[in-house]
């Protein structure tokens, strides 16, 4: 069965720094192309960024562009997003996404920045 378990959220101040892991299980995760997405209250789900099967490509959403950023362990089955310079803008729900038959999201980790 396929499971997406995302950690490390948390509260931290503006400017502040954390990373986000999802481990991932049941297929063949070096196969897929791995993707973060966020939700904030009363905001539509919205594209974080995105990593190639290999690590070999990365696209991110602008506004967190040059902030963020996305890798993967295959070894290890593990997806990252190291997140820099956080605005209380970035406040949301993260969660990643794997597409195949059907997608396959995580529960999702909280992140709060806040003074």
């Known amino acids: 069965q396929v499971q997406l378990v995302e950690s490390g959220g948390g509260l931290v101040q503006p400017g502040g720094s954390l990373r986000l892991s999802c481990a991932a299980s049941?297929?063949?995760?070096?196969?897929?192309?791995m993707r973060w997405y966020r939700q904030a209250p009363g905001k539509e789900r919205e594209f974080v960024a995105m990593?190639?099967?290999?690590?070999?490509?990365?696209n991110y959403a602008d506004s967190v562009k040059g902030r963020f950023t996305i890798s993967r362990d295959n070894a290890k089955n593990t997806l990252y997003l190291q997140m820099n310079s956080l605005k209380p803008e970035d406040t949301a729900l993260y969660t990643c996404?794997?597409?195949?038959?059907?997608?396959?999201w995580g529960q999702g980790t909280q992140v709060t920045v806040s003074s």
């Open positions: 990593i190639s099967s290999t690590g070999g490509s990365r």
């Open positions: 996404k794997v597409q195949m038959r059907i997608d396959y």
């Open positions: 049941g297929f063949s995760f070096s196969s897929y192309t």
